[in-house]
């Protein structure tokens, strides 16, 4: 008898269970809205993050989503150095929020050289040759970066390499422009 009666109270409760998950919870998902990650960085990130951040150009919106859910995103609060000068470097960083201060110390001597916004990339020299850092880069504000380093780019290699190739290729770009400035500048210091 007893096994009896908790057989029927077992189908009851399962009978009961099934009717809330085919009734109830569709009609409760349907008036909340969840938030979930994914939302939260597609808030982050813009609808279109490849015209706002040049590492991500050429990618879709859920492509970037994807290299940001794989890369290591660090905060920093006003003041507060992201890099140092004479560190030695295996990381970049591209700014997802917020602004930072690029300083250059020399014989004393330090000055503001740059300010970074959204999109900025910096520390890509460190990441790819393992030097030295050349500059303070400091939070100017509330300062929400993706770090990258090699075992970031390793994953995004092994498991997107679509991805990864058009990640490579805007580096390529932005080291390339970053040479090409370098250029400018130098002669027009040779010039005055």
Do not use: C
Request: charged share 25%; hydrophobic share 45%; aromatic share 6%.
């Amino acid at each position: 008898m007893p096994i009896q009666d908790f057989g029927k109270l077992s189908s009851v409760t399962m009978a009961t269970a099934l009717g809330a998950n085919l009734v109830l919870l569709p009609a409760l998902l349907a008036t909340f809205r969840i938030i979930t990650l994914w939302d939260l960085l597609g808030v982050r990130l813009g609808q279109d993050p490849a015209r706002t951040i040049r590492l991500f150009e050429g990618l879709r919106p859920s492509q970037a989503r994807v290299v940001v859910l794989m890369g290591d995103l660090k905060r920093y609060a006003p003041g507060q150095a992201v890099v140092r000068q004479g560190e030695r470097g295996d990381e970049m960083y591209v700014i997802i929020q917020g602004a930072a201060e690029v300083w250059l110390s020399a014989n004393g001597d330090r000055r503001q050289i740059a300010n970074l916004k959204r999109g900025d990339v910096f520390g890509e020299m460190g990441f790819v040759s393992g030097n030295e850092r050349t500059a303070d880069v400091v939070a100017e504000t509330d300062l929400e970066v993706l770090a990258v380093d090699e075992h970031f780019m390793q994953r995004i290699q092994r498991r997107y390499p679509r991805i990864a190739s058009k990640v490579l290729l805007n580096l390529s770009r932005i080291l390339s422009s970053r040479l090409q400035e370098a250029n400018l500048r130098f002669l027009a210091a040779l010039a005055s």
